[in-house]
């Protein structure tokens, strides 16, 4: 069975920075694509970054482009997206998850954390 758990989340100021963590638990990271999505209130979840299986290709959208950055400690299982000169429009719940590509649907998902930009 696929787990992921999500941490991390928090308050954080325009300008400022967040990591957030995703350990997985049945499967070793590079197995699967891992993916970060996050979802603002009132809209669709939007796929952010994806490292692909083996951790061959890194992809972020143009949002986060510049400004987020993944990174992974295999001896510890766990994904990280560092998240810097963080915006308001940031502010969503996030989710990782895993998957067979960067483009398949998720196999499993973490439980979301809540990051919130605000002044």
């Known amino acids: 069975q696929l787990q992921l758990v999500e941490s991390g989340g928090g308050l954080a100021q325009p300008g400022g920075s967040l990591r957030l963590s995703c350990t997985v638990d049945?499967?070793?990271?590079?197995?699967?694509?891992i993916r970060w999505f996050r979802q603002a209130p009132g809209k669709e979840r939007e796929g952010i970054s994806c490292v692909s299986m083996l951790g061959l290709s890194t992809h972020y959208a143009d949002s986060v482009r510049g400004r987020f950055d993944t990174s992974r400690d295999s001896a510890k299982n766990t994904d990280y997206l560092q998240m810097d000169n963080l915006k308001p429009e940031d502010t969503g719940v996030y989710y990782c998850?895993?998957?067979?590509?960067?483009?398949?649907?998720?196999?499993?998902w973490g439980q979301g954390t809540q990051v919130t930009v605000s002044a």
């Open positions: 998850a895993a998957g067979e590509g960067c483009t398949s649907v998720p196999r499993a």
């Open positions: 049945g499967f070793r990271l590079d197995e699967y694509a």
